[in-house]
């Protein structure tokens, strides 16, 4: 097996202070029993911060292990699928691994060697202990950081199967419901008076309409619900790394209109949310897209329709991963269960969010300094920096070339928006003890957390912190 996509070895566990090694042993202990459930998430390490259990783990610490974070019974993995009830498990066991495997070759380009290491499937108990002991940190063992890469398997696995359990594969159904809901055709609106939207024209860039109650308020819509890999994606970068806020804004539409009308349009849909939706309190929030004058006249009409104690109107920050470029009117809240037609009701309570979006035509929000392709790099380095601690190179530069395929930017603009802009997210360091200059790109965001919770060793968060701003002294 090469190695050479490994992260360097100073980063790897062997490799680190004693005190480092056993501060995080002792996160680990907290975590599997759930004494700090209380902590604020951003502030604790998860199980996709797990890097190994400790030296002497039986096969009772991984049965804990399992039903703290996956909820499994132990006695279903004991029966060893002899029952239907644990055949069942390992039946989505087995599937959340192959899904956990295919998220990590497929989306952030783990090579086969690096992921084919462990059981060619989840079928018995055997094949659960015999991954979770590849995982356990031995001191003095030769090939030590072998146990990293069974962590990632672990990890992946975990990831894959909350995001499931979760109802991530339901979502693009119902998002069409929830769109379906807002606009249909002419026909449809006449016989269902509560759709607030009427279709004109449907093509590649979405479903043109006007409103049913003005016909001078025209727009386009397009609306996207999570896939799988984008919902595991979304979980592993969320420092919380919880399935139900991976996936609480799984419903999501995007509407292009005037700002102008955008006033008139927000109200109309705050109505039909909080009255044929069933939706909660639901929030309006401002993202540089209005003026003053503007804001004040859409909470005038906001007021017309709603009673003050169903909605809130927010400025908005300026969205990071844009660099300032970001500007919207979000409709956010949360749908309720309802019986009609029993549409919402297989939904999980944590996928019911909903997001509506609101975008002037000649918006900007894609063109910025970090684009969505742009920014998708940022999430497949956080995403393997958790991993891993680190992205090689090679790999971050084909995240690169993909990202200028789709955006249309060169591949060196991309990298200095990436690394060498103020607040750069994605930091690039030498790998050490090397006789040729080598190095990893890192993300930021999780060292500095990392750091927060004392599983860095302050020297290499030293290091990591003056490449940053080396990197961002040269823009």
Same mark, same amino acid.
């Given at each position: 097996?090469? =190695?050479?996509?490994?992260?360097?070895?100073?980063?790897?566990? #062997?490799?680190?202070?004693?005190?480092?090694?056993?501060?995080?042993?002792?996160?680990?202990?907290?975590?599997?029993?759930?004494?700090?459930?209380?902590?604020?998430?951003?502030?604790?390490?998860?199980?996709?911060?797990?890097?190994?259990?400790?030296?002497?783990?039986?096969?009772?610490?991984?049965?804990?292990?399992?039903?703290?974070?996956?909820?499994?019974?132990?006695?279903?993995?004991?029966?060893?699928?002899?029952? #239907?009830?644990?055949?069942?498990?390992?039946?989505? =066991?087995?599937?959340?691994?192959?899904?956990?495997?295919?998220? =990590?070759?497929?989306?952030?380009?783990?090579?086969?060697?690096?992921?084919?290491?462990?059981?060619?499937?989840?079928?018995?108990?055997?094949?659960?202990?015999?991954?979770?002991?590849?995982?356990?940190?031995?001191?003095?063992?030769?090939? =030590?950081?072998?146990?990293? !890469?069974?962590?990632?398997l672990v990890k /992946?696995?975990?990831?894959?199967?909350?995001?499931?359990?979760?109802?991530?594969?339901?979502?693009?159904? /119902?998002?069409?419901?929830?769109?379906?809901?807002?606009?249909?055709?002419?026909?449809?609106?006449?016989?269902?008076?509560?759709?607030? !939207?009427?279709?004109?024209?449907?093509?590649?860039?979405?479903?043109?309409?006007?409103?049913?109650?003005?016909?001078?308020?025209?727009?386009?819509?397009?609306?996207?619900?999570?896939?799988?890999?984008?919902?595991?994606?979304?979980?592993?970068?969320?420092?919380?790394?919880?399935?139900?806020?991976?996936?609480?804004?799984?419903?999501a539409s995007r509407?292009?209109?005037?700002?102008?009308?955008?006033?008139? !349009?927000?109200?109309?849909?705050?109505?039909?949310?909080?009255?044929?939706?069933?939706?909660?309190?639901?929030?309006?929030?401002?993202?540089?897209?209005?003026?003053?004058?503007?804001?004040?006249?859409?909470?005038?009409?906001?007021?017309?329709?709603?009673?003050?104690?169903?909605?809130?109107?927010?400025?908005?920050?300026?969205? #990071?991963?844009?660099?300032?470029?970001?500007?919207?009117? !979000?409709?956010?809240?949360?749908?309720?269960?309802?019986?009609?037609?029993?549409?919402?009701?297989?939904? /999980?309570?944590?996928?019911?969010?909903?997001?509506?979006?609101?975008?002037?035509?000649?918006?900007?929000?894609?063109?910025?300094?970090?684009?969505?392709?742009?920014?998708?790099?940022?999430?497949?380095?956080?995403?393997?920096?958790?991993?891993?601690?680190?992205?090689?190179?090679?790999?971050?530069?084909?995240?690169?070339k993909d990202a /200028?395929?789709?955006?249309?930017?060169?591949?060196?603009?991309?990298?200095?928006?990436?690394?060498?802009?103020?607040?750069? #997210?994605?930091?690039?360091?030498?790998?050490?003890?090397?006789?040729?200059?080598?190095?990893?790109?890192?993300?930021?965001?999780?060292?500095?957390?990392?750091?927060?919770?004392?599983?860095?060793?302050?020297?290499?968060?030293?290091?990591?912190?003056?490449?940053?701003?080396?990197?961002?002294?040269?823009?």
């Open positions: 097996m090469k =190695l050479e996509a490994i992260p360097e070895k100073r980063i790897l566990p #062997p490799e680190q202070g004693m005190e480092v090694t056993l501060r995080k042993y002792d996160w680990m202990l907290f975590l599997l029993k759930g004494q700090f459930d209380d902590i604020d998430p951003e502030k604790r390490p998860t199980a996709i911060d797990f890097q190994g259990l400790r030296e002497g783990s039986a096969e009772e610490d991984f049965l804990k292990w399992i039903n703290r974070e996956l909820d499994i019974d132990p006695e279903m993995i004991l029966k060893n699928g002899d029952s #239907p009830e644990s055949k069942d498990v390992y039946k989505v =066991l087995d599937y959340a691994y192959q899904q956990g495997k295919n998220f =990590l070759k497929d989306t952030l380009k783990y090579k086969d060697e690096e992921i084919n290491i462990g059981p060619a499937s989840i079928t018995s108990k055997k094949d659960i202990f015999d991954l979770m002991k590849k995982t356990v940190l031995v001191n003095g063992q030769k090939g =030590l950081s072998r146990s990293l !890469l069974y962590c990632r /992946a696995t975990i990831v894959a199967y909350e995001t499931l359990k979760n109802d991530a594969e339901v979502l693009k159904e /119902a998002t069409a419901v929830f769109e379906n809901s807002m606009v249909a055709p002419v026909s449809v609106v006449r016989k269902k008076e509560d759709t607030p !939207l009427v279709l004109t024209k449907e093509d590649s860039e979405g479903k043109k309409f006007y409103a049913a109650s003005h016909g001078g308020l025209r727009g386009s819509i397009a609306s996207r619900g999570k896939d799988l890999e984008r919902a595991m994606l979304r979980y592993i970068t969320r420092v919380e790394a919880n399935a139900a806020t991976a996936l609480k804004d799984g419903i509407i292009t209109i005037d700002r102008d009308k955008a006033v008139e !349009l927000a109200p109309i849909l705050a109505k039909w949310l909080t009255g044929s939706m069933k939706a909660g309190f639901i929030t309006v929030e401002n993202k540089s897209f209005l003026s003053e004058e503007q804001k004040a006249k859409l909470g005038e009409y906001l007021s017309e329709v709603l009673s003050k104690n169903e909605f809130m109107m927010e400025e908005g920050d300026s969205n #990071p991963t844009s660099m300032g470029d970001f500007e919207a009117l !979000l409709i956010k809240g949360i749908l309720q269960p309802v019986e009609k037609d029993g549409k919402f009701i297989t939904l /999980a309570q944590s996928a019911r969010q909903f997001e509506i979006q609101l975008v002037a035509p000649d918006n900007k929000n894609e063109t910025g300094k970090m684009d969505h392709y742009t920014y998708n790099v940022v999430k497949f380095v956080t995403a393997r920096t958790r991993l891993d601690g680190a992205c090689p190179e090679s790999v971050f530069l084909e995240f690169v /200028a395929k789709l955006s249309g930017k060169s591949e060196r603009t991309i990298i200095h928006n990436l690394t060498e802009t103020e607040n750069s #997210p994605v930091v690039k360091v030498r790998k050490p003890g090397k006789a040729r200059q080598e190095y990893n790109y890192v993300a930021h965001s999780v060292y500095s957390r990392w750091n927060g919770f004392g599983w860095v060793d302050s020297a290499l968060f030293s290091e990591v912190e003056e490449a940053k701003n080396l990197n961002e002294g040269r823009k």
